[in-house]
């Protein structure tokens, strides 16, 4: 996350505490809640952005690994903004434009395995402590197998060489047609090599964000072809696992990143947050990167933080 947004994010969190309840950086939970509308989740996240004839809520961005981030101090906590999380979690992968422009990396093949085994992990496991409230009653994020939910390759819409962030929400929506709506699922807009939105490699490395399917919400990832910003975004970070190469490890350290954040606070800062240092996954950006185990494979990772240990983890 860069410093602007979680500067919108703290101003609109304050501006929304009574009429959203978003938390605080203390962590303390509020006891009960209802489902917040969209007009009380564009609230919370800033207000949506009206562009090219689609509606999405202010991105929330993953830094770059040379990005300049606060000193995370002892004793902090996300806490919970009365909103939305994906309680059964699954992932829809839209490959944009691939197919016209090369996937030299094979980055296509290596997120759907990616996908095709988070589910059921520990790593997964971690989110399991977080959940949200609706109509007073409680209900954990789960961690179950099959949690991909399939691939589209969108060979026919072209990709502009730097799509802009309605241009990217537009074609959530496009996978979310085609592959139905869910209410769990992030939507992955992966885009294909030297078609990235502007800022990426240089100020972040991807984002998730929201935008509206016939008035509900659909939580949706700008996910750029990683290896075009090598080190910048974790190419070669460590000796990679026997299941991908060093060139590719930013892609499953920055995916893990996103789905994290978009299952825990699909519609930023309505989940889980904290006003000072940001989502489960932007606490820890970049620190103690390891090959985490996942059911059958391993792939590179960045911990996530754990409420429950007040720490960075790689599992729960």
């Known amino acids: 996350m860069d410093k602007l947004s979680r500067l919108v994010g703290i101003a609109a969190c304050v501006s929304a505490l009574a009429a959203a309840g978003c938390a605080s950086n203390s962590g303390v939970t509020p006891s009960s809640g209802s489902p917040m509308s969209l007009q009380q989740q564009s609230a919370a996240n800033g207000g949506w952005v009206h562009d090219g004839g689609v509606t999405y809520a202010t991105p929330h961005y993953m830094a770059t690994r040379n990005a300049q981030r606060p000193a995370v101090k002892p004793d902090i906590l996300l806490g919970y903004g009365n909103g939305p999380v994906l309680t059964k979690p699954k992932m829809y992968l839209i490959f944009w434009g691939y197919k016209a422009n090369g996937d030299a990396d094979k980055l296509k093949k290596l997120l759907v395995a990616y996908a095709k085994t988070i589910g059921g992990s520990p790593y997964d496991n971690i989110y399991t402590q977080y959940y949200d409230i609706v109509g007073g009653v409680k209900t954990n994020i789960l961690d179950e197998n099959g949690q991909y939910g399939g691939a589209w390759n969108d060979n026919t819409t072209p990709v502009p060489t ?12 496009l ?17 294909p090599h030297g078609h990235s939105s502007s800022g990426f490699a240089t100020s972040w490395c991807a984002y998730h964000s929201a935008t509206q399917y016939n008035g509900q919400l659909v939580s949706y990832t700008n996910l750029p072809y990683m290896p075009d910003a090598g080190q910048n975004c974790g190419a070669n970070i460590i000796s990679p696992p026997s299941d991908e190469l060093g060139v590719d ?27 000072s240092y940001g989502e489960i996954g932007d606490i820890c950006a970049w620190q103690n990167i390891q ?12 911990p996530m933080f754990s409420n429950a240990t007040q720490s960075c983890v790689h599992s729960y």
Request: proline share 6%; no cysteine; glycine share 8%.
């Open 175 to 191: 996978g979310v047609s085609h592959f139905g709506y869910n209410a769990n699922a992030s939507y992955v807009v992966a885009t």
């Open 291 to 302: 090959n985490d185990t996942f059911r059958t494979s391993s792939w590179t990772a960045q």
């Open 249 to 275: 490890e930013g892609m499953t350290i920055v995916e893990g990143h996103e789905y994290g954040e978009s299952v825990t606070d699909p519609n930023p800062p309505s989940g889980w947050y904290n006003n």
């Open 162 to 173: 730097h799509p802009t962030d309605s241009q990217v929400a537009a074609e959530a929506l």
